[in-house]
């Protein structure tokens, strides 16, 4: 069966870094954009960044933007998201999501989900 799994998150100091995983089963990443989207309790799930599969292009959200690098190592079929600095309002659940191709903006025109991993920034 399809399986994509966050891992990687958990306590972190401010200031810190940590590098969440998204990996997948039962079919191969590198065919598909891999986004990372965040979601905080009583906020909206917001985009954090995406790899695109045609050219391997990047985004990053302007939360994120000059601490975060997404990555992909289509051999381990695992996509990373690194982030550094990190802040107590980074502190959220962070998701994994795929869709055919390319990157897009709007969390709607993903295709399927993870589950999610607990990212939490407090000293």
């Known amino acids: 069966q399809v399986q994509i799994v966050e891992s990687g998150g958990g306590l972190v100091q401010p200031g810190g870094s940590l590098r969440l995983s998204c990996a997948a089963s039962?079919?191969?990443?590198?065919?598909?954009?891999i986004g990372w989207f965040r979601q905080a309790p009583g906020k909206e799930r917001e985009g954090v960044s995406c790899?695109?599969?045609?050219?391997?292009?990047?985004y990053y959200g302007d939360s994120v933007s000059g601490r975060t690098t997404i990555s992909r190592d289509n051999a381990k079929n695992t996509v990373y998201l690194q982030m550094s600095s990190l802040k107590p309002e980074d502190t959220a659940v962070y998701y994994c999501?795929?869709?055919?191709?390319?990157?897009?903006?709007?969390?709607?025109?993903?295709?399927?989900w993870g589950q999610g991993t607990q990212v939490t920034v407090s000293s």
């Open positions: 790899i695109s599969s045609s050219d391997g292009s990047t």
């Open positions: 999501a795929l869709r055919e191709r390319l990157c897009a903006p709007d969390l709607y025109e993903y295709d399927y």
């Open positions: 039962g079919f191969t990443l590198d065919y598909y954009a």
